[in-house]
Every structure is written in structure tokens, then in C-alpha cells.
């Protein structure tokens, strides 16, 4: 051994050390910030509109003014720790933890609020013409008031605060504070008010709010003419209530949007299930990763007590990357971290059998040389596999919304994090366990001395799974037939997210059946709304547009059979947004597979790469198809499952064909169908193995992660089923046709070199490849 390669045990110790050190410190220091779906409140998402009146472009930088704008107006609610962010060149996000009742949020962040205030020139009896100057009296139902030119605007207002009047018995009333010039402005318009006639109409004088009158009054006696209101404040009075004086002082300080604003998603979800959702999904992990330890342990013995160790400092690592990036951690987010702890597993379970494989293979005594072979050679695959889901990951980064986002940030630093507790941190264990004394006394103890009960069965039954090819992709091509026909005969049940529109959840004091919830919402005025049951007992509703007027008003017709009605979630979508994010979706699925087809063609021969996204397609079909079959809902959540279907299908695929790769270079005269056949049945082992541990958690997240995640887990437990079968049925196979069909340019043995390459002298590059894969060496 080289003085370079004995000191990497060393160097390996001490990254682990230093990296297990930080995590710990982050963790003990700071705490993850929970998306509003884990804490309760409401989210919205406006998107700004060009401006007819002012000729204002809705662009990044009138939209950064209006979210300056919104801040000041959220800050004046009173909310406790807002978050206000610019998504794009033209939407806000603003978030408001604690808000459930979002009306009032709406209303007051949402309006353009251009304050105008002029003289009053007449009074009609006659309905207004468009863009006149004529509006409604506030104080005199059936009255409109003529108005002259504004003699002073919104921005001449230097503060506003809502204001009891105990003196004057006028109750709540806005106090405003004007600039320095709009004083003056003020007291000019005042003063000429006042020099009119008692009860003149021209003796008012208007303060009008986004095209409405909201208070015109009238100049009292001792206002004098033509001096005015002096002093460079005044009140505006106008029958308030405390929220009303509150809401409206904070509209006029915060100032006018300098463009339209439009609701286009809107969610609210109860604190209640926001806290249920924590509970359920900790539960749901610490048994999945219970019963995945006791699978490890009881397939790998010492070594697979150890990557359970390593595994629960990959739930440290990986929590302490998430603090420390300041990602936000939602419920589909959570979910994604419990689901990347099954594929810290599956690069622990390549390992193992790689080292068991090099055990059984010598018949050595020593057992370092065997582990450190097993990390060696699977490294690669390790890489691989891990690369596609990466892919996968990045693409619901940039392509989803909401907290479905928050799946690919907790994916991928999951993934990340996954291959450094099993390629650093198990090595470092495992490395220092095979060398004690103890241990080399009693290999039998570090689980990789026997074959196993799978590859047992598998040598004595030496199935010839390649040779029937055809068999398996006429079942495979007959499973696709199956679900595109459900996707045709059945149809998809698109989420609101895709279809626009709004679903709010429920829950009442007194159960309530769906025939008696339907016809309360019916009688309500809403015959068409899809109303159905939801979780434990609530009730959902789902319509197209819904107003939150009318949102209310369906929540009271509940409130008749269900008593006291709480609402637990709450998702608008604009139709521009679903329309939007549909096209998102089409095009994430088809960025991911080509993404694929592309990596996959640089570390493979192009008819393995067409395999490869061959089965992947066909496992995304066969999901959707099982949805559409089972009439579940197609939302954004499946989405993020259905592209964790393809980044774990591809996974799959890749460990085969790297051993097919690798058994090429080291014999390239054997039979393809052969080759591949023998790799199959190598790495089924870890197929069972890993499938097996990310199907413990995620049997566990479908029955304790409650609702929410019920879908989502039925599509990944489906995804993982039907991709395991696919790598063996579909993706192998069809590698082994396209070959047949279309086999490596130019001089060729019988076999070819690696996947499809030519078998003739080796580059330098992949002899020292070779070399390293027999020493085992990672570099």
C-alpha cells in the first residue's frame, strides 16, 4: 500500500469528524424554518398587471416598488413574522403565519389603493356615465357627487394611524398626517370649501379610495374661508369600525401600488393540521426507519448496524444542510427527507453486496480488502444513480410551486447527504470495525462472509431471465396498453393546481354525511361544487371561481348539520396560474426524460440510454395510469412523485447496466444476453434489499402520514414496485434487443467492449478506470 493510500483512512476520519461536528453545532444552534402548511396560516401569490391609468409596465422594478408597498401594509396588520418575496419579474409571495381568515388579508394587501381628495362641484340624482367624475354620496343612498380635479394625492400623506374620537363622539376615525407642500395643497382646498354656502354641496369636499367616495365631509362653521384646515393634519371620519379605521390607515401609508395587483393562488391551512401533519409524518419515520434498521441489520449484521448508525447521522447532516441553506421545510418537503433516507440505504446496500460479492469471490481470510473492494467498485454506480435522481430533484426546483417545491430542495440535499454518510462516513466505521482483532476472529459477524438467502436461491434456480425477452416486453407493452386505456377511458382528475379554481377542507363538530354536505352547499347557491369526504371525517368542497365572500357563505351552510365548521385547508388557483402550471408539469416530464436520455448517453452507449428512459416511461404510464384507474387526484404533490418515479427508476436501471458495463470491459468476449443475464441476477440482491427499505418507509408514510401524503406514498410505493420489475422486465431487455439490432461500429468482438462500445485497446483513460476497479481505489 502507498503512503497516499494509508493515510486516506485518516483523511476519510477526519472529514467525517469535522462534517458530523458542524451538523451537530448547526442542529444544537438553530432551528429549520416551517412552511406555512407545517405552522398554519395563509399564503398569496399576486401577480402585478400593467396599469391603463398611468401607463405603468408591470416589470421587475414596478414590481419591487409595489412589494416595498405590500411590506408597509402587511407590517401595519400587525402579522407576526410576514415574509414578502418577489417570485419572477411580476408576482409577490406573501406569507402571513397565523392568518385564517383570509378576507381581510386580501383585501387590504390586494387593492391598489390610489388616494385621491377633491372639491366637491355638485350633487345629481343621476347615474354616472364611465370615466366621468361622478360618484357615489356615501352619506345619501340614490346621490352621486360631481367632482373637480384631485388637489392632492395619496403620496402627499406623510403618516396615518387609526383613531379613537372620545371627545367628539365620533367614534373610530383615520388621522392623517401630510407632507410639508400637501399642507399647504390641503388648507387651499379646505379654504375654498369653506367659503361656500352652509349646506351648499360645494362646502364637502371628497375623499375618494380606488374610484369610491369613502368620506366626503362637509367644512364645520368654524373653518375659515379661504384659510382652510391649517396645521398640516386632519381626520377622516366615516362611521369605521376599529378594523375598518385600521385597515384604511394602513392603505394610505403604505401608499398607492404603483400597478394593479391580481390574486392569482391563494392557500390557507388550519394549525391544527398543520401540527397533526408533524406528528403524523415523525411518526411515520421513526418507524419506517425502525423497521428499515432491523431489515439492515438483519441482512448485514455488524456492517449493517453501523450504516444504521451512519444513516441516523445522515438525518443529522442532512438536517443541518436544510438550517443551514435557510430552506423553508414543508409538508411534501418532510416527506422528501424521510423518502431520501431509503436511498441512503440503497447506496449502503450496493456497498455491502459488492463487498460480499469480493469476499465470496477470493475466499480470503482478510476482510478489509473485500469492503474496501466493495466501496471501490460501487462507486460509479453510486454516482450514477444518484446523478438522475439529482435530476429529477432539480427539476421540481425549478418548475414546481408552493411547498411541492420544498420536495426537490429536501430531495436533493437528502441525496447529497446520502452519499456522503455512505461513502465517508460508513467507510470510515466499517473500515475501522473489519480491522479489530475482535472482528476478523469472527467474520461471519460483519454479514458479508455468507451468500444470502436471495443470491442462495438464485444460484440453485439459475434463472434464464434475458433469454425471454420478448415474453417480458409483450407484458410490459400490455401494461402500458392498460393504463393509457384508463387515461383514456377514465380520464385524469386534475388538482385545482392544473385546472384553477379552489378546494377548501372542513372539519366539523358533528359528523356530517356527504348527501347532507352537498345539499347544504347546493341550497347554498352552489348546485355544482364538488363536495366530498376528506380525512377523518371533514368535508371538501371544490369549485371553480370562488370568492371569499362566497367561500364564507359555503363555510355558514355547513355550519347548519355540522355545527361549529373549521376551515383546515384552504387552495385557490387562478385560471392563468393552473393553465400555467399544467404546461409546467408537461414540460418538467419532458425536460426530465430527456435530461436522462442525455446523461445517460454520456456514460452509456445510446441504445442503453434508450433502455434506460424506455422503462422509465413506462413506469411513469403505468402510475398514471393506476391514478387514473383509481380516480385519484393528479395535483402538484403527484407530480413531485411521479418525477421520484423516474429518478428512481432510472437509479435502478443504472445499477444493472454498470455491471453489465463492467463485466464487458473485463470480458468482452462473453455473449451479450449472457453478460446481462448474470448482472441481472448480481444485482437483484441489492434491488430486493433497497426496495425493500424504502418500501418500509413509505408503507409507514401512507398509513400515519395522514391525507395529505396518502397519494403522494401510493405513488411512490407503486413507482418503486412496478421500477424494480421494469429494470429486470423492460429496461434489460430491451438493451439487449437494441444491441442485437444495432450493435458498436466498426471492428467488434463477439460481445463488444463496454455497454455497445468497440472492443479493441483500451484508451488510457478507461485502463486506469479498470485498474482502479480492480484495487478498489476511489479517487
Known amino acids: 500500500m502507498s503512503p497516499k493510500q494509508s493515510r486516506m ?65 402587511v407590517d401595519a396588520l400587525g402579522v407576526s413574522d410576514p415574509s414578502l418575496s418577489r417570485s419572477g419579474d411580476r408576482r409577490i409571495i406573501v406569507e402571513l403565519p397565523g ?133 398640516g393634519d386632519t381626520r377622516i371620519t366615516g362611521g369605521f369600525s376599529q378594523e375598518e379605521a385600521r385597515d384604511l390607515a394602513a392603505l394610505v401609508k403604505g401608499g398607492a401600488l404603483p400597478v394593479p395587483v391580481d390574486v392569482v393562488e391563494q392557500r390557507t391551512v388550519g394549525p391544527t393540521l398543520g401540527a397533526d401533519a408533524i406528528e403524523a409524518s415523525a411518526q411515520a419515520a421513526l418507524i419506517g426507519l425502525a423497521l428499515t434498521a432491523l431489515f439492515v441489520v438483519a441482512v448485514y449484521r455488524l456492517l449493517g448496524a453501523l450504516a444504521t448508525v451512519a444513516l441516523a447521522l445522515y438525518g443529522l447532516i442532512s438536517y443541518a444542510a436544510l438550517v443551514a441553506l435557510g430552506a423553508t421545510l414543508t409538508l411534501p418537503g418532510l416527506a422528501g427527507f424521510v423518502l431520501a433516507v431509503g436511498m441512503a440505504v440503497d447506496a449502503n446496500v450496493l456497498v455491502f453486496e459488492r463487498a460480499r460479492e469480493e469476499y465470496l469471490g477470493t475466499r480470503s481470510t482478510a476482510l478489509d480488502k473485500p469492503v474496501a473492494r466493495g466501496f471501490g467498485k460501487a462507486w460509479s454506480a453510486v454516482i450514477d444513480s444518484n446523478v438522475t435522481t439529482l435530476l429529477a430533484a432539480g427539476l421540481l426546483f425549478f418548475f414546481a410551486t408552493g411547498p411541492v417545491k420544498g420536495f426537490g430542495v429536501t430531495l436533493s440535499i437528502g441525496v447529497v447527504a446520502s452519499m456522503v454518510s455512505a461513502l465517508v462516513v460508513t467507510r470510515v466505521l466499517a473500515d475501522f470495525a473489519v480491522r479489530r482483532r475482535f472482528v476478523r476472529a469472527r467474520p461471519r459477524w460483519t454479514g458479508i462472509t455468507s451468500t444470502g438467502r436471495v443470491r442462495s436461491w438464485l444460484a440453485r434456480r439459475d434463472p434464464q431471465l434475458v433469454r425471454h425477452r420478448r415474453r417480458w416486453l409483450g407484458a410490459s407493452a400490455l401494461l402500458v396498453v392498460v ?161 421520484t418515479v423516474i429518478g428512481y427508476s432510472v437509479n435502478d436501471t443504472v445499477v444493472v447496466f454498470d455491471r453489465v458495463r463492467e463485466a464487458r470491459r473485463r470480458d468482452p468476449r462473453t455473449e451479450l444476453e449472457r453478460t446481462a443475464n448474470k448482472a441481472v441476477i448480481q444485482t437483484l440482491p441489492r434491488t430486493v434489499n433497497t426496495g425493500m427499505g424504502a418500501l418500509f418507509i413509505l408503507a409507514a408514510l401512507a398509513v400515519l402520514g395522514g391525507d395529505s401524503l396518502a397519494d403522494f406514498s401510493l405513488a411512490l410505493i407503486a413507482g418503486v414496485v412496478i421500477g424494480m420489475a421494469s429494470t429486470v422486465f423492460t429496461a434489460v431487455p430491451m438493451a439487449v434487443t437494441l444491441e442485437r439490432r444495432s450493435p458498436a461500429g466498426g471492428p467488434r468482438r463477439r460481445g463488444g467492449g463496454g455497454p455497445g462500445r468497440t472492443a479493441g485497446a483500451r484508451s488510457p483513460l478507461e485502463a486506469r478506470r479498470a485498474r482502479r476497479e480492480d484495487t478498489g481505489a476511489v479517487v
Request: proline share 4%; aromatic share 4%; charged share 20%.
Open 99 to 231: 392568518v385564517q381568515d383570509p378576507r381581510e388579508a386580501a383585501d387590504v394587501i390586494g387593492r391598489t389603493a390610489q388616494l385621491t381628495m377633491h372639491p366637491v362641484t355638485g350633487v345629481t340624482d343621476e347615474k354616472p356615465r364611465d370615466g366621468s367624475r361622478t360618484l357615489a354620496d356615501p352619506d345619501s343612498a340614490g346621490t352621486y357627487l360631481r367632482l373637480g380635479e384631485a388637489a392632492l394625492g395619496g403620496d402627499g400623506v406623510k403618516d396615518a394611524n387609526a383613531v379613537l374620537d372620545q371627545e367628539g363622539m365620533a367614534g373610530w376615525t383615520v388621522g392623517l398626517a401630510f407632507r410639508k407642500d400637501a399642507a399647504g395643497d390641503w388648507a387651499r382646498l379646505t379654504g375654498a370649501a369653506a367659503c361656500a354656502a352652509q349646506g351648499a354641496p360645494e362646502r364637502r369636499v371628497a375623499i375618494v379610495l380606488d374610484g369610491k367616495i369613502i368620506s366626503a365631509p362637509g367644512m364645520n362653521p368654524d373653518v375659515p374661508c379661504p384659510t382652510g384646515i391649517t396645521g
Open 9 to 73: 483512512p485518516l483523511w476519510r476520519a477526519l472529514i467525517a469528524l469535522v462534517v458530523i461536528a458542524v451538523s451537530l453545532a448547526i442542529a444544537l444552534t438553530q432551528s429549520a424554518t416551517l412552511g406555512l402548511d407545517l405552522r398554519g396560516g395563509t399564503q398569496i401569490v399576486l401577480e402585478t398587471q400593467d396599469s391603463p391609468d398611468t401607463k405603468t409596465v408591470a416589470d421587475a422594478a414596478s414590481t419591487d416598488r409595489a412589494l416595498e408597498v405590500l411590506r408597509q401594509r
Open 483 to 643: 393504463a393509457v386505456a384508463g387515461i383514456v377511458v377514465r380520464g385524469l382528475d386534475f388538482g385545482v393546481e392544473f385546472t384553477g379554481g379552489r378546494m377548501v377542507e372542513y372539519s366539523t363538530s358533528r359528523t356530517v354525511d356527504v348527501d347532507t354536505a352537498r345539499e347544504a352547499v347546493s341550497d347554498a347557491g352552489f348546485p355544482r361544487a364538488v363536495v366530498q369526504e376528506s380525512g377523518d371525517g371533514g368535508i371538501s368542497v371544490r369549485t371553480g371561481e370562488l370568492s371569499d365572500d362566497e367561500q364564507h357563505t359555503v363555510k355558514e351552510a355547513l355550519a347548519g348539520p355540522g355545527g361549529e365548521v373549521t376551515v383546515e385547508r384552504d387552495e385557490m388557483i387562478g385560471p392563468s396560474l393552473g393553465d400555467e402550471l399544467r404546461v409546467k408539469a408537461l414540460v418538467a416530464l419532458g425536460i426530465a426524460v430527456l435530461a436522462q436520455l442525455a446523461y445517460l448517453s454520456v456514460r452509456f452507449r445510446w441504445t442503453f440510454a434508450a433502455a434506460a428512459v424506455s422503462a422509465m416511461v413506462h413506469d411513469v404510464l403505468i402510475v398514471v395510469g393506476l391514478f387514473a384507474w383509481l380516480g385519484r387526484p393528479v395535483d402538484s404533490v403527484f407530480l413531485a412523485a411521479l418525477l
